[in-house]
């Protein structure tokens, strides 16, 4: 039952900065009783593929599988389906994240480091990715956009998806199928096969390789803590993935010219993701601050994942500060996610963000732009993450490989400091590859 005579938010007035650190933690679970679940989970996977995945399909989402592989004609019947309005939704979005994408790659350019040395450095794609969608209450049918095309662009040969099969959508045989717009994404992306599977089970799969499930050498994608935790585990054991990244998260500095609805809606936006989201409000303005929370009560009551919302706000926080120097401070300690910067000099501002993963700038720049249509990537990185990691770009779908070529004279010009070095450092076989071709 909505509470509305309380405030969500936990308010925190002008802290000292020694205490950022206490009051900016994120919601913590037991990792290590997670990390069991998940372990057993993905050596059973690892022991019995495809019947691994039959078996935890019926056991935590009690629904039977016959067939892992999403079919053709299953394609076809979800562009049916779903309206042309939403289509053409979808195809606006793949354009602008297409263009901005696009943008990022690079040619090599040959350096001559020294007369005769000529270096380069060439993207390579990964020649086989997976992308983790979640299915469940939010089917995000926009995160195939967001690694999808990146993906294509960056030349990757084989691009699978995975996703939990849904007891809402069935095919024309009554069997459980996909959400139709992930179908209609995935196809319109040139994604090469599609699989019903969810869960950490689905990181095994695509971790390990099953029967039916080809093994990939890099997995993306967001997921629950259980997702989360499986992709960790298999990053340990060989795949590589997109970055850690936890429950989504933004925070939002607002001062005396922000509109309090606009940034209600902003904190709900993230908030109704799941329990275990965290959103936070830093303001100079303690009347702002006041009516952000009044907003909340009232945006909140409208929405259908209420309850999720609600608790998701209870681990959230409004702070209040003194000005905006010392907000800057405070969100870069933080290290948002989602960044949104409802302030009168918000472009002033954004040049002193240090550690987000996406920024919004001004009134008119939701944070729901950079989800859908925008044209920047939406799989970023949380917990505090974005101090040390990007988000998802072309880059992460190449490998940067260097080369080099030396002509005779060019080697001859940098010998003296190969041997030098390499007779410094006791590696005398390394000096003596350089001495033998110009002896």
């Known amino acids: 039952m909505l509470n509305l005579n309380h405030r969500f938010m936990q308010v925190i007035k002008y802290p000292q900065r020694n205490d950022w650190e ?28 495809d019947k691994a995945i039959r078996k935890y399909s019926r056991e935590f989402d009690g629904i039977p599988l016959r067939k892992l592989q999403v079919t053709e004609q299953e394609i076809r019947d979800a562009e049916q389906s779903i309206s042309e309005e939403l289509k053409e939704a979808i195809r606006t979005a793949k354009q602008n994240i297409e263009k901005f994408h696009a943008a990022q790659m690079q040619g090599h350019e040959i350096i001559e480091t020294s007369p005769g040395v000529n270096c380069w450095r060439k993207n390579v794609a990964i020649e086989k990715i997976g992308l983790y969608i979640p299915g469940g209450t939010a089917p995000l049918f926009s995160t195939i956009l967001m690694l999808g095309i990146p993906a294509k662009l960056a030349g990757c040969n084989e691009i699978i998806v995975c996703s939990p099969a849904s007891a809402q959508h069935v095919d024309r045989k009554g069997v459980a199928t996909l959400h139709p717009a992930i179908l209609y994404a995935a196809n319109l992306v040139g994604v090469t096969k599609i699989f019903k599977a969810g869960g950490a089970q689905a990181i095994g799969a695509m971790a390990f390789g099953t029967e039916t499930i080809p093994k990939v050498y890099k997995i993306f994608g967001p997921g629950n803590q259980y997702v989360t935790c499986a992709k960790q585990l298999v990053q340990q054991m060989g795949t590589a ?32 993701h799941g329990v275990d989201s965290q959103v936070l409000l830093v303001s100079n303005s303690e009347s702002l601050s006041g009516s952000v929370q009044e907003e909340i009560k009232k945006q909140l009551a409208r929405l259908p994942r209420m ?23 405070l969100l870069n300690e933080y290290a948002p996610e ?18 987000a993963g996406s920024v919004f700038i001004g009134h008119y720049s939701p944070e729901s732009a950079g989800d859908y249509a925008s044209g920047t990537n939406h799989t970023l990185p949380t917990n505090g993450f974005a101090k040390t990691y990007s988000g998802v770009s072309v880059d992460s779908f190449v490998k940067k490989i260097t080369f080099q070529k030396l002509s005779e004279s ?7 400091a190969i041997i030098e070095m390499a007779e410094a450092e006791g590696l005398q076989a390394h000096a003596e590859a350089v001495k033998l071709r110009l002896s």
């Not at 209870?314 to 010392?326: G, H, R, T």
């Not at 060019?410 to 003296?416: A, E, Q």
């Open 338 to 355: 989602h960044l949104i910067l409802s302030c009168s000099n918000a472009d002033e501002l954004a040049g002193k963000v240090i550690n």
């Open 410 to 416: 060019g080697l001859k010009n940098i010998s003296k």
């Open 241 to 272: 993935i997109d970055m850690p990244a936890g429950p989504s998260e933004v925070a939002v500095f607002a001062d005396e010219t922000a509109n309090a609805a606009f940034v209600a809606a902003d904190l709900l936006s993230q908030a109704e």
């Open 307 to 329: 309850e999720l919302a609600e608790k998701a706000l209870q681990n959230s926080k409004a702070i209040l500060v003194n000005d905006p120097e010392e907000a800057m401070g």
């Open 22 to 49: 206490k009051l900016l933690k994120r919601p913590v679970f037991d990792s290590l009783i997670l990390e069991k679940k998940v372990k057993k989970i993905l050596d059973t996977v690892k022991k019995n593929g």
